[in-house]
C-alpha cells in the first residue's frame, strides 16, 4: 500500500503517512496499489488497474435487510440512526416523530435510500 499524497510506502496498520503527515486514503496523486503516479479526477489506476475511488460507508457494515426492517418498524424510534452511530439524526427523528408526526416523511426517506442502497452514514447530519 502508497501513500496516495507522497507515493511513500505504507504497513497495512498506519493511520497516517509519516512522510507527508497525510492521512491514510487521502490524496489523489498517487495509486494507493503500486504507487504510480496519476491523473486528477482518474478513477483507474492505468498501470495495475486498481479503483482509485474511496469506498463509501454504507450502513456502517450493518446487514441491509436487517437495517430495513429495523427502519420499517423502529424507525419512529430512530433505533435504526442509532445503530449507525447517527446520534444526532436519531435524536432529531425522535422529536420530529413523537412530537409533530413529520418525521415519518425522514423515515419513509431513510427506507427508501437503504432499500436502494442509496444511504450514506453521516454522524454529523440531523436529517
Known sequence: ???RNCAEALNDNQAICVKCGVKVGEGSAYCPNCGQEVAEGQEVCLNCGASLKKPEAK????????MIIICLF??????????????????????????????????L?????????????????FI
Open 1 to 3: 500500500m502508497y501513500c
Open 109 to 125: 426517506i431513510d427506507l427508501i435510500n437503504i432499500a436502494r442502497d442509496k444511504y450514506v452514514v453521516d454522524a454529523n447530519k
Open 59 to 66: 450502513l456502517a457494515g450493518q446487514d441491509k435487510v436487517t
Open 74 to 107: 423502529l424507525g419512529w424510534l430512530g433505533i435504526h440512526n442509532f445503530m449507525m452511530g447517527e446520534t444526532k439524526k436519531g435524536i432529531a427523528k425522535i422529536i420530529l416523530c413523537n412530537c409533530c408526526l413529520f418525521g415519518w416523511v425522514f423515515v
